[in-house]
């Protein structure tokens, strides 16, 4: 088991950056596969970013060029740099551990969330 704990979040101008940062607990943090998604007021959670335990990547197209992921598996950490936001990026983010081995976009195969934070991108 696993638990998360996003932090990073916050009000930024259109253009701007944040760089928001996942915590997680337990030691087998290398043997998940990770991902962001958000969710945005009103509307269904959607996938943003993945991370395989093996170095590989997804990003939705609307992200893609601007969002960056990365993990560091010796502190237990997954990143989600997020460059030239834009108002339509505004959602709560989350960070989410598979841990059935199957590197996916899809929500639905991940085991573990965290609580989320809250972006806001002002225009």
């Known amino acids: 088991q696993v638990q998360l704990v996003e932090s990073g979040g916050g009000l930024v101008q259109a253009g701007g950056s944040l760089r928001l940062s996942c915590a997680a607990s337990?030691?087998?943090?290398?043997?998940?596969?990770m991902g962001w998604f958000r969710q945005a007021q009103g509307k269904e959670r959607e996938f943003v970013a993945a991370?395989?335990?093996?170095?590989?990547?997804y990003y939705a197209d609307s992200v893609k060029g601007r969002f960056t992921i990365s993990r560091d598996n010796s502190k237990n950490i997954l990143w989600l740099q997020m460059n030239s936001l834009k108002p339509e990026d505004t959602a709560i983010y989350y960070c989410?551990?598979?841990?059935?081995?199957?590197?996916?976009?899809?929500?639905?195969?991940?085991?573990?969330w965290g609580q989320g934070t809250q972006v806001t991108v002002s225009s």
């Open positions: 989410a551990a598979e841990s059935g081995g199957i590197f996916t976009r899809d929500l639905a195969s991940y085991d573990y």
């Open positions: 337990g030691r087998t943090f290398s043997s998940y596969h």
């Open positions: 991370a395989s335990r093996g170095g590989g990547r």
